[in-house]
């Protein structure tokens, strides 16, 4: 049986906002993602004490690290290699956190794909900043590094550009699923053989 390895791309807000104005306990994580994620991990595992690799990567920076971390654990989410950017300097780098582009997410997951070139990997992420793109364009790469590529609706992009996207992955043979509510990437995922 081959390991997969998940790498999810972790949305947060800017982390002035987050930093000091948002407590980790306040935090709200989507109904379902905990017990999918748990499932993908322990997926093809005969030891209970054997888990297959996540990686959350995010473009946030590593002054992040220790309330990503505490999130993870109070919400009981799989053990993970936490990759983000190095620390920016300047003020306006501070203050403009979040504004600058996503290539960062790019260039780890190709860094890791690579690296590990004979394992399968899953795609989680959303649509709210530039998932879809960073994983099309993973997926002309790695295209038969990667079992699937699951995509939450957030509502604040058009739809038909994100299944546009998904469609051109499909197309490259990997599987995909755009969703809502968890119940349906945890259907997909027992549907594909990942859980």
Partial sequence: ??????????????????????????????????PHYRALSSYGQENELAFNSFFYVSSSEWNLYDFINEFAKKHELPKAVIKLKKIKTGISDFLMTGRGGHDHKFEKIKDIISFYPNLKYV??????????????????????????????????????TVTTILANIKEMGVSTCYFIHSEKAIEHSKKINII
Avoid: H, W
């Fill in 123 to 160: 795609l989680i992420g959303d649509d709210s900043q530039k998932d879809p793109y960073i994983y099309e364009r993973i997926c002309k790469i790695f295209p038969l590094n990667v079992k699937a590529v699951y995509i939450r609706k957030t509502k604040k992009v058009k739809e038909e």
């Fill in 1 to 34: 049986m081959i390991p997969f390895l998940f790498l999810i791309a972790v949305v947060f807000f800017k982390k002035l906002y987050v930093m000091l104005l948002k407590n980790i306990n306040k935090r709200k994580i989507f109904e379902d993602v905990a």
